[in-house]
């Protein structure tokens, strides 16, 4: 096969997994132009269309997708192969590619990095910070990292993180003007910080749960975020009740500045975990950053 020809495949494989040409051209290191000047030679040669091109997307035709059905595999397993070579180098290298939420990436995962990286200069980590939940496998990430209760029965799952809590906190000045609810049903009568799940578009329903009994409240109020890190600003500030992890508060609460309630309706729960397909080939520089993660607790 003509090098040309399998350097035109590798950019069609590019195009439909990223559904982008911006996004496609920046992973093969050429120009968007360049790009789609390649895909309209390689469909011209075909004399088949692989792409189908609107302004706002792009998605493969029936025989773009039994191209890429057939030309896949194969790459992907000549990839793997080359990234296995490194097992005979002197350090272990390679890119390894990571989605995790942002409270996880700034309590987890970015306090092993910064110890790991500097130990290891040959790999490189992408982090993909996002409040809803990836598809790893179609979006050609090596791992994830969600709560244990959250991961899929085919996923390897290792443990990075100690159990982890939610907590109902509010400020001291909204307490001032609120009297603190006693129960979860007692939320409908407070101001509360809604988060909105951005793959789903759904609001998230408090959970909690005593005695084996187990409630999701849905809360008002007059905010609603799509991270953590938001809501805490918004709860310290007096804007209502926040649903948040135990330990983006344990200061906060220690010095004053929130109060937490209904703490005997929020028990702990499994935490956070790597998780990877079963069958992943590990490179040795992905073996390695797991056991630095590993939970040893």
């Known amino acids: 096969m003509p090098r040309q020809t399998i350097n035109d495949l590798l950019a069609f494989r590019a195009v439909a997994r990223e559904r982008s040409f911006t996004r ?8 968007p132009s360049a790009m789609s000047h390649t895909i309209r030679a390689l469909e011209e040669r075909l004399g088949v269309r692989l792409l189908t091109r609107t302004t706002r997307s792009v998605s493969p035709t029936e025989a773009g997708e039994r191209l890429l059905g057939v030309i896949g595999p194969h790459f992907d ?11 005979l180098r002197d350090k272990p290298a390679g890119t390894i590619r990571i989605t995790a ?9 970015w306090p092993v990095l910064r110890k790991f990286l500097p130990e290891y200069p040959d790999i490189t980590v992408e982090v993909n910070v996002e409040t809803g939940f990836t598809d790893i496998v179609a979006d050609r990430f090596d791992a994830g990292i969600r709560l244990g209760e959250a991961i899929a029965k085919d996923m390897i799952a290792v443990r990075i993180g100690p159990d982890a809590r939610m907590v109902v906190v509010g400020s001291p000045s909204y307490f001032e003007r609120h009297k603190p609810p006693r129960m979860p049903q007692d939320l409908g009568d407070h101001v509360c910080m809604n988060f909105r799940f951005p793959n789903s578009g759904g609001l998230y329903a408090w959970e909690f749960e ?5 409630l999701r409240v ?5 905010l609603i975020f799509n ?8 709860v310290l500030d007096g804007f209502g009740l926040a649903y948040i992890p135990e330990d983006m508060t344990t200061k906060a609460v220690a010095d004053g500045r929130l109060i937490r309630v209904l703490d005997d309706w929020t028990p702990p729960f499994p935490g956070y975990h790597l998780y990877y397909p079963s069958r ?18």
């Open 218 to 222: 849905r809360v008002d109020g007059q």
């Open 210 to 214: 005593k005695g084996g009994r187990e």
């Open 280 to 297: 992943r080939q590990q490179s040795p520089a992905f073996a390695l950053l797991v056991e630095a993660l590993r939970y040893r607790g």
């Open 227 to 234: 991270t953590s890190t938001m809501v805490c600003k918004a």
């Open 101 to 109: 939420g942002d409270h996880a990436a700034e309590t987890i995962l």
């Open 24 to 31: 496609a051209a920046a992973q093969m290191g050429v120009s």
């Open 77 to 87: 397993e000549i990839e793997l192969g080359l990234a296995a070579l490194s097992e």
